[in-house]
């Protein structure tokens, strides 16, 4: 049985704290929306980086509203414009819950940000969504969020079909089914140099990214009075072990990813470890003594086995660990190239590190068939006329501007003139994964199942995610990266039946191993994490927000125009009521 689909649209966009120009982001927020569909998705995400100043994002909401609005301006503008072009009939819009003639395609359902980087959820049908769930995590400078992490986890709420079996009468009913989904996006650390880094922020979220607090569900395992341990100052959060900046480019050299079982052996060993899951005597996760614990900590991470995860940001994996050296061979938009981008494709550190285990454990990402996503340096654009008027004048000059010309490439229409930023590898930084529905068991034969198909063993045949876009929009004067876009068909599973997947898989790796078969030789994170949970994460994330407050209130007063306003105006009262005071 094929299960029901949700068309979910995930855009990611390092914003360079400017705000974005709605009509122009608008334009090619249509062309992603118009590639490979004729319909409006479902669901809208958009992962943000740099969204706003550092400290508007620090001190929150109120002064990142005007940069949430124009997302949302362009996006409907550009819904509006899919609908128009389609004469306002769209098979994939929801049956039920639509939006009134005249009104926005589109509601905004949750932002929610972290420092720097923000999460904007947009719903056709906003009641299709029952339940909004919460995380956050910063790695920057005292577990601040100049570099950070935000989630948010859904459970959506929609009709579908249902099939009836062999020999039933059929009766067309439609019945309500949930299905969980998890959205992370994320800005990691930046610089060519520093991979180990990125890998260990990446399991900071894994870690510390929870969606409750470990203390609160379980507060017998973990007691209130237990001191949280001193903060790693590597830039990873207090959970990653304390490694050099540096990278080396020969993967050979990269110091392997342990495995979980060494992980749970080793923990007290190893200098900087992670923290443990449990106290030591409740440590067994296979033939330990709590696995109801284990799986209460689970439930409450990303990898939380009944939910859909897909995850999407600057994750800034570049494709070389060192600065490029002068006159260095950068990617070319040309096919016909030596230097094709797609020459360079295979240094990718992402893909790379994330096969290796090193990273992003378990997620899959569709096929790049797009250039480079940064950096850029924005040229001005050409006025009309301008090449005969350089032409005319003299012939060093006019040489300069043609060479300037020739450097400076559009790969699309409306784009900003670019060329690539001479001190950084252009690289793939922009990126949306995701964790596939489990490999269910194909096809298995009536004789091994008491002849009859239990989707309820082992799960669904063919349900994936189904991705029919993965591109990059063309760049843009406001920012020095390409937003990078994902759509794709996601199987509309409840809880049962994404577990029963689950299990399915587990069969289907025992059955390999035991006729000799290919193994898949890597644990699904949703059995078991990579990371173990950090317990103290929300205490320590509670201690960063009080800090960023400071940290931004004290930048807005003394770096921005607003902040000399207010500040002009305390000094003007003061000296006011001082004067007063000594003539009075």
Known sequence: ??????????????????????????????????????????????????????????????????????????????SAKVLATTDGHDGDAPSTGRAAAGSPPYTLVRAKNVGMTAILMYARDATAIQRIEEAE??????????KGAVGLRVTWSGQHQTQQQ?????????????????FIAAHLAAMEWNLKKRNANWRSIVAGLTFANPRAILPGVFPANRASPPPDRSGAGDIAPRLPTGD?????EEEPESSPSSDADNDEGQEGDTHPLLPEENRDPINGNDASTFAALQQISIYKPSS??????????RIASTTPPPLAAFPSFDPSSEHHYATFLPRDQLTRE????????????????????????ILPPVAPGAAEEEGSGDSAVAAAAAAAAAAAETTGAGEARWK????????????????????????????EDGGKDDDSNYGHINAKVDVSAYDALPVVATSDHRAVFFRARVPLLDEDEMRSSLAAAVLREEDE??????????????????????????????AARRKEMIVGWTGFLWSTREGAIVLTTVLALGVGSWWLMRVW
């Not at 958009?46 to 362009?74: D, H, K, T, W």
């Not at 035991?514 to 320590?540: K, N, T, Y």
């Open 308 to 317: 859909h995860l897909f995850v999407a940001g600057d994750l800034n994996y």
């Open 420 to 447: 690539f930023a001479p001190h950084r590898w252009p690289g793939w930084c922009d990126r949306v994964l995701y964790l596939d529905v489990p490999r269910s068991v194909p096809g298995r034969s009536d004789s």
């Open 513 to 542: 191993d035991s006729s000799g078969g290919p193994a898949v030789g890597v644990i699904d994170p949703r059995l078991r994490l990579p990371v173990p949970v950090d317990v103290h994460a929300w205490e320590r994330r509670a």
């Open 1 to 78: 049985m094929a299960p029901s689909t949700l068309d979910l649209f995930i855009l990611t966009f390092n914003c360079a704290k400017n705000f974005i120009n709605p009509p122009v982001f608008a334009a090619h927020l249509h062309g992603a929306l118009s590639q490979n569909a004729t319909g409006l998705p479902d669901l809208v995400v958009f992962s943000l980086q740099e969204v706003a100043p550092l400290s508007y994002a620090f001190i929150g909401s109120y002064f990142l509203n005007p940069y949430y609005a124009r997302f949302g301006e362009a996006l409907n503008l550009a």
């Open 248 to 252: 080396s480019p020969d993967p050979s």
């Open 166 to 182: 062999e020999g039933e009468t059929a009766t067309g009913a439609e019945q309500v089914k949930t299905t969980e989904f998890t």
């Open 354 to 377: 994330r096969l290796a285990g090193r990273t992003l454990h378990g997620l899959s990402e569709a096929n790049i068939a797009f250039g480079p996503t940064y950096k850029f340096d």
């Open 137 to 146: 995590c910063g790695f920057g400078a005292a577990d601040m969020g100049n």
